[in-house]
């Protein structure tokens, strides 16, 4: 009980500096509000580390792939209605097809278009604050002994059982 007490108090220390360090590595030029999927993102990574979801194939390739996706709906299209649906059905297709499924990168493409980003957003936001949650969550996994570490596998796909 006591060791389970220790595990999540440290888990939420460490999502906690991991936000931080994701909102101050591209803060004050970016709107908090285009890093909310990372806090989805946070949860996988400090509280399910070992998850497929969680592994950098899907954390990169899921949340630069959605994103992508939502720019450039929103540059070829605008930001009508349907296109906010296009986007989240391409998000979808591109996940299952490349095995990053990364659910909180579901989000990219309603925060890309309602934000009206521009490609740039690829790297700043995105890019760079998903590389801080990263990169803080490997160092914060192995400092305490015994802790599950991430990540669990660097290219592993994230698979979805076919609906």
């Known amino acids: 009980m006591r060791t389970a007490c220790f595990g999540l108090l440290w888990s939420a220390l460490g999502i906690g500096l991991g936000i931080v360090a994701a909102l101050y590595a591209v803060a004050p030029p970016v709107n908090p509000f285009l890093l909310a999927s990372l806090g989805g993102s946070a949860v996988f990574l400090f509280g399910l580390p070992t998850a497929q979801a969680a592994q950098p194939r899907a954390l990169f390739l899921g949340h630069l792939g959605t994103a992508l996706i939502g720019i450039a709906c929103y540059q070829t299209f605008g930001d009508a209605l349907w296109v906010y649906a296009l986007a989240q059905a391409l998000a979808l297709v591109f996940m299952r097809v490349t ?35 990263a990169a803080i969550a490997a160092v ?15 290219l592993v796909r994230s698979e979805v059982r076919p609906s």
């Open 99 to 133: 095995g990053s499924v990364h659910p909180p990168a579901g989000a990219n493409p309603l925060i890309m278009i309602h934000s009206h980003a521009g490609y740039a957003a690829l790297w700043q936001p995105v890019l760079v604050g998903i590389t801080m949650l």
């Open 140 to 154: 914060w996994s192995r400092l305490r002994p015994g802790a599950q570490r991430y990540p669990a596998a660097w």
